[in-house]
């Protein structure tokens, strides 16, 4: 009896015992099954399924004739490792190998490699000799899993430097940066593919379909405005002048098609390799880099990436003329030839204020519009400024794009800066009417010329002419944004032949071409207010009677033997491009030549 009530106490008990353990299973999976399953089901997944990024090739950046490749992607390597499939034993002997092969810190990689993570990244953008030696070292030392060698692609620039603040660069993720490789980066970059892989505890695959491959889609191209035969002259020539004029604050040269807005050449000086964009281009900076601040650094490499051309403002001088010629010229107040309309004294009194004019020291005397311009005279472009008024003047620069970014699709574009039409004075006003006191962009400023040697069509600058269809081929213009119509036919007429006979006879004499119709407008200014810097510029036209290029170059501060006027420091430099050019761009346009004989 005694043994049977025992036995059945024994029983109960481990019946209890049995439902309690059950029950506490039950509501541990319960649990797990749906409190934590969501993140174990993720866990699991990481731990057999290893996916690996596979980059897409960046589209091709052509210039505008498509025969010169300006940016390409090549074939290289990422190395990639999955640290809990190498063993404890191989751990220090891995990280030993990939920090000697890819000249990376040992204990750095030694990190990555301890990591109980799924996938780490070495390095990237790995030429193929480095990633054949990784796979010799692997061979013998049979290393079979945890380290994987996959395609990547890496960004070439043929041509190094040539125009690198218009193109820009990418970083270590194919990511554009900078220029027309950020603009653009959405038809540029393409869509990455991946490399997934089920795996045991091993690090080994699962099954014979263990291994998925994701194919990359490979970016579209694009086909610039820019002509690299027109560029490559104009950067020469730039160079030669920063270092001629020992410009300190470098210059930029803005060449462009008046009738489309395409942008022929758009060059910086000093430019930088876009290969080793992280590599100052300052031999001072460059000597003592190690011992530079970050920040100062950061500063310097941003510098030295700005493309001066649409992100800084400077004073236009002398060249603004021109606007304020045609503005005139269109409302009818004066005429090209009206014999002795205007005398300069040596200058001008406004609101109080003396104004001189530059020759004030000889004053030109009597004079007509076209010979106020050829003498850049600054009493004349006041009298008119005067006579249009602060209303109809700030109509015109609104119409010629003044007073707004031009729209370029280029990033990092800054505005004009004038004084507000409502605080615009008397004082104001003469000096916008000569060039100075304010403040726009190269940018700016060329689209507005060419929109009065066009005959009076503003259009949008374009540095993209078309997209390529990577798949298919196909090629998809961008189309030429008109704007607004700024003057007449009649008026773009008479400020042409003006603009040749400052070339001719006038400041721009040092830009003649012989056999070519040129024509164009010096300018200076000083470079801030009391600062001792000038700007120095001229803009040229040509062929006069039928525009197809306009260029402006623009020099911050020579310092050199020549001054630092735009007739006798800019205007040369014009001449100089105008003559490689012309005789590529229009040919046939020569005067004077026998037509047989071409």
Aim: with cysteine; aromatic share 8%.
């Amino acid at each position: 009896m005694e043994v049977t009530l025992s036995n059945k106490k024994k029983m109960l008990r481990t019946m209890f015992c049995s439902f309690f353990v059950m029950a506490f299973l039950g509501f541990r999976i319960g649990f797990l099954q749906f409190h934590d399953g969501e993140k174990l089901q993720i866990l699991a997944y990481e731990q057999q399924v290893q996916q690996r990024a596979v980059s897409a090739k960046r589209g091709t950046i052509y210039d505008s004739t498509g025969k010169y490749i300006l940016a390409v992607s090549s074939t290289a390597y990422q190395i990639t490792i999955n640290p809990t499939n190498i063993s404890k034993e191989n751990k220090e002997k891995v990280a030993r190998a990939l920090s000697d092969i890819f000249e990376l810190d040992y204990e750095k990689v030694l990190k990555k490699v301890s990591k109980k993570s799924s996938i780490e990244t070495i390095t990237k953008k790995v030429e193929e000799e480095k990633a054949d030696e990784l796979r010799k070292w692997m061979l013998e030392n049979n290393i079979k899993t945890g380290i994987n060698i996959d395609v990547d692609t890496k960004r070439y620039y043929p041509y190094t430097n040539l125009a690198s603040q218009l193109i820009g660069f990418c970083g270590s993720d194919n990511q554009g940066l900078d220029g027309i490789e950020a603009k653009y980066n959405e038809i540029l970059a393409g869509t990455n593919g991946s490399i997934q892989r089920s795996t045991d505890a091993t690090g080994e695959k699962i099954g014979e379909n263990g291994e998925r491959y994701v194919a990359p889609i490979d970016g579209n191209s694009v086909k610039l405005s820019i002509d690299m035969t027109i560029q490559s002259i104009i950067e020469k020539h730039l160079e030669e002048a920063c270092i001629d004029n020992k410009c300190t604050d470098g210059g930029n040269i803005v060449a462009m098609n008046p009738k489309t807005g395409d942008v022929l050449a758009m060059a910086t000086y000093p430019s930088y390799n876009l290969n080793e964009p992280y590599t100052i281009n300052s031999e001072e900076l460059k000597n003592n880099w190690d011992n530079i601040e970050q920040k100062e650094k950061t500063k310097a490499l941003q510098g030295m990436w700005r493309n001066k051309a649409i992100s800084d403002t400077y004073e236009p001088g002398s060249v603004f003329k021109l606007i304020t010629a045609s503005a005139a010229l269109e409302e009818k107040i004066t005429d090209t030839d009206n014999s002795g309309e205007f005398c300069c004294t040596g200058g001008i009194t406004v609101g109080g204020a003396r104004i001189k004019c530059w020759r004030y020291y000889r004053p030109h005397g009597s004079e007509s519009l076209r010979q106020g311009l050829m003498n850049s005279c600054n009493p004349v472009f006041i009298g008119l400024g005067q006579k249009l008024g602060v209303d109809t003047y700030y109509n015109y620069l609104n119409k010629f794009g003044l007073l707004s970014k031009t729209g370029i699709n280029l990033p990092g574009e800054a505005n004009s800066i004038f004084v507000k039409q409502e605080k615009c004075g008397p004082v104001e006003l003469a000096t916008i009417s000569f060039g100075q006191r304010f403040e726009i962009t190269p940018i700016q400023l060329v689209t507005a010329i060419s929109s009065i040697v066009n005959g009076g069509n503003l259009l949008t600058p374009r540095v993209v002419k078309s997209v390529i269809d990577t798949k298919t081929g196909e090629e998809q213009e961008l189309k030429i944004e008109e704007k607004n119509k700024t003057i007449s036919e009649e008026t773009s007429k008479k400020v042409r032949s003006m603009m040749e006979s400052v070339v001719s006879e006038g400041t721009g004499k040092n830009s003649k071409v012989e056999g070519y119709r040129i024509g164009g407008k010096t300018g200076t200014s000083e470079d801030g207010v009391n600062t001792g810097k000038y700007v120095t510029s001229f803009c040229g036209v040509a062929p006069i009677d039928d525009p197809k290029i306009v260029v402006l170059i623009t020099l911050y501060n020579p310092t050199g033997e020549g001054g630092h006027q735009g007739g006798g420091v800019a205007a040369p430099v014009g001449g100089k491009i105008f003559a490689e050019v012309l005789p590529y761009l229009c040919p046939n346009n020569k005067i004077g030549t026998d037509e047989k004989s071409e």
